[in-house]
């Protein structure tokens, strides 16, 4: 869908429900604009009220008489999900859900106390609701059902929905909240009681870049393989290429790829130092100032030599060329656009602009790295200092890894390339 410079009255007929939409919407004081559906056909975008901003919402011409009955300014959306409060003597607020169980309107039938209905509007389509009833005389109640009518134009999925009925909010903030708090209380003990895990389907940023989605271009056939990889990191590897959907998993696991590798690499540097002192023409084994040089060097906290932030720099240096990050960087433009925006996305990072760093690259971008690792596992940096803030999964800081990622990816890809030994003939 996009908006563009459309005259309806060139594809609609003047009696056209779209177009008394337009007139109705406008008398409202909602604001509205012709937009192009994906076959060129008008629809009318309606900017519904969300917080201080507000959710553009697509009305096709086979939708539009249900709409003129509909009142736009008792109408809200909320927060980042899918999802429509609706204002007035029935209040009420329905949300869509996603699972990964399974077809979702299956697995609500087996939930006790499921009713099926006839619906004229939506053939071929199970229909019906599961009311869940308070004991507290609360004054709201809620239902599993497939998705209304009016949710279904609203936000155009056909998912089932998370109704909450009879709560007045005065403000959208109340409004949200009362949709986290209760709704997710009540999708934890749907959880807790039938095993059914559901969650609150989130809205697909408009204009959303897609990281990493770019097809692999090579023209070469496959070949049997010359290299032999180590199985524990490579198994994390795997599994952080399976956690699609999961932007805190899959940075974890590409994580525990160069994490596994710490000891080697770190310890090489450690060696070089060592060789490097031994190797001097001044140095003595008399010399206590030369054997103090020495068992500092070798002090090591922990398997490798250094601390976390230092084996993780040691690591990536030793696998990856500054030239191939570079290369990286000019072969992935989207990602490179992330990384050295001047405003980033999670609060405290620092961008890394490639074009200009040079010879600290690895550096920065393991700042970078380590940084972000201790936000999604909520750890203090190198055991003191002030808590950063968790990254919560859903959140646009955790989407924003979506980027982080393929680099994650490209240096796991290098790290173990670097330890593989020869695969026998």
């Known amino acids: 869908m996009m908006t563009a410079e459309i005259n309806p009255v060139n594809s609609l007929k003047s009696d056209s429900p779209l177009l008394a939409l337009e007139k109705a919407v406008r008398a409202a ?26 959710r553009a919402t697509s009305i096709s011409e086979r939708e539009a008489t249900a709409c003129l009955e509909m009142d736009f300014t008792k109408i809200r959306a909320l927060g980042e999900y899918e999802a429509f409060e609706v204002l007035g003597e029935d209040p009420c607020i329905e949300v869509a859900l996603s699972t990964s169980n399974g077809p979702s309107s299956r697995l609500v039938e087996r939930i006790p106390g499921w009713v099926a209905v006839e619906s004229e509007t939506r053939r071929g389509r199970s229909q019906g609701s599961v009311a869940i009833i308070g004991t507290r005389s609360e004054d709201w109640s809620a239902e599993l059902r497939t998705p209304s009518d009016r949710f279904s134009i609203l936000s155009g999925v056909a998912a089932v929905t998370l109704k909450l009925k009879g709560r007045q909010n005065r403000t959208y903030d109340e409004a949200l909240a009362f949709l986290e708090s209760a709704g997710n209380a009540i999708l934890f003990e749907i959880d807790l009681k039938y095993g059914l895990s559901f969650t609150f389907r989130r809205m697909r940023p408009v204009g959303a870049m897609r990281f990493g989605r770019r097809a692999h271009s090579n023209a070469t056939a496959p070949t049997l393989p010359r290299l032999q990889y180590a199985a524990e990191p490579l198994s994390l590897y795997r599994y952080a290429r399976s956690a699609v959907g999961m932007p805190l998993l899959e940075f974890l696991a590409y994580y525990q790829v160069l994490e596994y590798h710490f000891s080697r690499y770190s310890q090489r540097d450690l060696i070089d130092k060592l060789r490097n002192e031994l190797r001097d023409p001044n140095f003595r084994a008399d010399d206590e100032r030369h054997l103090s040089r020495i068992l500092r060097i070798t002090r090591q906290p922990g398997r490798g030599h250094g601390d976390e932030r230092s084996q993780l720099k040691s ?4 696998c990856v060329s500054e030239d191939a990050i570079s290369d990286f960087f000019t072969a ?3 990602v490179l656009g992330h990384f050295s925006a001047k405003k980033q996305v999670i609060a405290g990072i620092e961008p890394v602009d490639p074009k200009r760093k ?13 940084d972000i690792r201790c936000r999604v596992v909520h750890t203090k940096e190198d055991g003191g200092g002030q808590v950063d803030s ?4 859903f959140s646009p800081e955790a989407e924003s890894l979506r980027a982080e990622n393929i680099l994650m990816r490209f240096l796991a890809q290098k ?4 330890g593989a030994i020869d695969l026998p003939a």
């Open 29 to 54: 004081g909602v604001s509205c604009e012709w937009a192009a559906a994906w076959d060129e056909s008008p629809c009318l975008q309606i900017n519904i009220a969300s917080g201080r901003g507000s």
């Open 315 to 318: 690591t990536v240096r030793y």
């Open 332 to 334: 992935n433009p989207e």
């Open 358 to 370: 040079k010879g600290d690259l690895a550096d920065s971008l393991c700042e970078r790295i380590y």
């Open 390 to 393: 968790l990254l919560m999964p």
């Open 415 to 418: 790290v173990l390339i670097a």
